[in-house]
Every structure is written in C-alpha cells, then in structure tokens.
C-alpha cells in the first residue's frame, strides 16, 4: 500500500509510546509535506539528543555533562536528596519551584515479575552519597504503587542507619472530593493523618 | 451477548497504555484470565487508579469491546497493600503470580484458582517474620501445581511406580527426576536434577496437607530453600515457563 520509504518510516513512529497505526500515518504524511531543512532538524535533533545526553554521575538524572547543572548548582541544597523512580519526576519536582535539594534518580522500581531487583536500580551510588556525609535528610518521593512501596521501604531501611528519612504524603488531591477518591487512597490518607498545628 | 457484563477479579499484571490508560491482566472468578483497560487510571485523581493496583480485588461492571474490554465500573473489595512494605512477600507474591498467570484459563470460570490465588496472598501478608514466609510461599507453589494437575510424584518412584523409602543413613540419598515428574528410585534411568534428605521429602509430602505439620514448620530456611528449587525447576519444566521472580527469591531470603 506504501511505497517502501514510507511504510518504513510508517513502521519506525509506529514504536513510539501513544502511536497507533493511524497516527503513525498522520504523522509520516505531515512530515512529507514539510519542507526539507524542517524534516533534517528534527533527524538532527533526535540524533544529537541521542548522542549527547546521558545520565550524571552523581544522581542519574538527564544531562548533557558527567555531572548535570542540579548537581552543579552551588546554591541547591547539599544535604537534602529527593529520591525518586524516573527523571520525570524530577522535572515534575522543579515545576513546582519549591524543592531546592539535590535529587537522585533510581531509575525504575523494584518488579521481580519483570526480573528488576535491587541491583538492577541505581541504589549503591545512592547508599555511597549518604554514607559519604553531609546528607542530613533523605526524602523518598517514589509512586505509591505496590512495586514502589517495595521500593520505599527497601531504601528506606537501608538509608536509615545513616541520616533521617522521609517520604512524601499521599492521598486526598486538592481541589478532590472524599465522595469519590478509591478505598486505597483513603486508606492511605487515613494512615498519613497529621495533627493540626 | 450483552455488551456489559460483572465480574469479580484480582489484578495479576498492570502496564501503561496510551496517555493515561492502563491494560490489566486480571484473573475473575466468572470468565478467568481477561486483560482490561482501565481508562484514565493514570490520571491524577482518577477513581481507578487504587483500584487499578496490583493484587486489588474489584467487583467489577466491564463492557466488551473489539479487541480489549474495557472497565466501566470497579468497586473495591479487598486489597493486599502490605505486600508491598516487604521484598520477599512482593518477590513470593509475584512469583506466585506468574505461575497463576501461566496456568489460568480464559472465557472460563476460575472460582477455585481465584479463592487459592486470594487466600495464599492473604497469608503471605499476615506473615510477620521472613522466615515464616518461607513455608506458606513453598506450599503455595505446590497448591497451585496440585490444582493445575501437574503435582510432583512424591510417595511412588515416578518411573516403576514402587513405594520410595528414603535410606536409614543421613545424607540427599532421594533423586528426584524434573523430567520423570518426581521422585525416583535409585538406579532408574531417568535424569536425576535432584537429591533430597530424608527430611526435605517429608516435608514436600506435608505440602498437600491443608496446615503444615509442627515439624515441618521447623525446617532450616536452607532446607525451605531447597524445596523451592526443586519445585521452581519442576513448574518451569512441566508448565514451559521461565519465573522471572525466581531470580530474587534468593536474595531476599538470604539477607
């Protein structure tokens, strides 16, 4: 039905998260529809972007360099290490301005039925930041799904010994209404109560 | 056929799909194994997206649709959180659930798979010591081969069918053959995986009894060890799978 070129191209958007068969053709025409310097822009900036941005040394998260601007910014607090699964969550995190810690990204969460463990994830660089001093808090904002649950408590017990740690609160959303929020959400907001002040 | 249909099932197996949806494998007691979209579990705030977790137990309205089904409704019924606050209850959850998901059956009934499946969880949760996890884990691999009809030979040579006394001396003196499909006299030829103890027999005999003998409760955490490997070997030969859980049940129980 395509001329080779295109079913090729067709095949390859096809694999992307989110595209379907129908998509994946709605964007291969677009792009042939395009002028040619607009279609070798976006080839070049998938090539450069896959060629130049690995993870940071120091906490795994996206960067260009060995160590990324996060863990490069003087003015970011040392002893303060958010933990979280993936690097968009530490984009989802700075969105909000209001974290100036350092971050650490594990890189997934524990999933045996997947064949990820402990090993698997980013956790002894972590374990090597704490021990090494300076980090008086550790704040785990992993998914509050089973598998990350598993995750939080597995690093979690093994952080404790060296500095404090903290995990971030779930539950009710703002703006969300108890009538409808799932049993499991109000479970865990009733777990998670806290005083008034 | 109507295009809504109820059911009651535990989630096995959850992935992202799309933007905001996810696919669900999950065992009901009216039609087995379904794989269901969620949709919108993903979203902040969105209803199902507890009631999406793994190994929830949701009433459940569904309504067909051309390739997958799609949930309507769900309503919670029992959910297994605390598995999660443990590597080894996750680790032996999950590796029960793989099997489970090999040896579930689709657009058919699965009551007695579902009620075996919900009490082994159950269990495994209100374990407290790891070391007690060990002998419900075990037992429940066999409960779940016993009720697929793949149980290993335990009590007559797999090959001649003669009773298999296990020797006075201490020592493994049993061979167990994955292949013969249990345990086997000595000098038969069949391919021998393992050797047993005297003690490690008895107790892979218990496993059928409902509650495990005093006895076997007792065994070392090495022996308990032991048993699993030969019953992971077993369901992995005779159920053609490869438990990706078994590679961190090692770990989690060596600590």
Known sequence: MYTPPLARLIEQLQRLPGIGPKSAQRLALYLLS???????????????CKEQVGHCQVCGYLS?????????????????????????DVIALEKTREYWGKYHVLGGVISPMQGIGPDQLNIPTLVQRVVKGGVKEVILAINPTVEGETTTFYVGKLLKEFTKVTRIAFGIPIGGDLE????????????????LQ | ??????????????????????????????????RVVAPGARKYGSQLGGRSELFVVNDLLLTRGRTLDRIVQAEM????LRLGQNLG???????????????????????????????????????????????????????????AGFAPQLYRCAISQEVVVPAAAPGRNVPFSV??????KPGVSAPISHYLTAQELGALQALAAK??????????RDAWLVLERVLRAYTQYHLEMHLQSAALIERCFHL
Do not use: W
């Open chain 2, 211 to 220: 509650e495990l003998p005093p006895e076997v409760l007792l065994l070392s």
């Open chain 1, 34 to 48: 395009r002028p040619r310097e607009e279609v070798t822009a976006l080839a070049h900036a998938i090539l450069d």
């Open chain 2, 179 to 184: 292949v013969a499909g249990g345990v086997v």
């Open chain 2, 89 to 147: 209850k996750l680790t032996c959850a999950q590796y029960l659930a793989e099997i489970v998901l090999k040896q579930a059956l689709a657009n058919q009934p699965q009551v007695e798979l579902f009620c075996v499946f919900t009490d082994l969880l159950q269990q495994l949760q209100k374990q407290e010591r790891l070391t007690a996890i060990l002998p419900v884990f075990v037992q429940g691999i066999y409960r779940l081969l016993a009720l």
């Open chain 1, 180 to 195: 409808y929020a799932d049993e499991m959400t109000l479970i865990k907001a009733i777990e998670g109560r806290q005083e």
């Open chain 2, 1 to 34: 056929m109507a295009k809504t249909y109820r059911a009651t099932g535990i989630n096995l197996k959850g992935m992202p799909l799309g933007e905001k949806d996810k696919l669900l494998t999950v065992l009901t007691k009216e039609y087995g194994l379904v």
């Open chain 2, 77 to 80: 019924q029992e959910s297994f």
């Open chain 1, 64 to 88: 260009v360099d060995p160590i990324c601007e996060i863990c490069r910014n003087p003015d970011r607090d040392d002893s303060t290490i958010c933990v979280v699964c993936d690097s968009r």
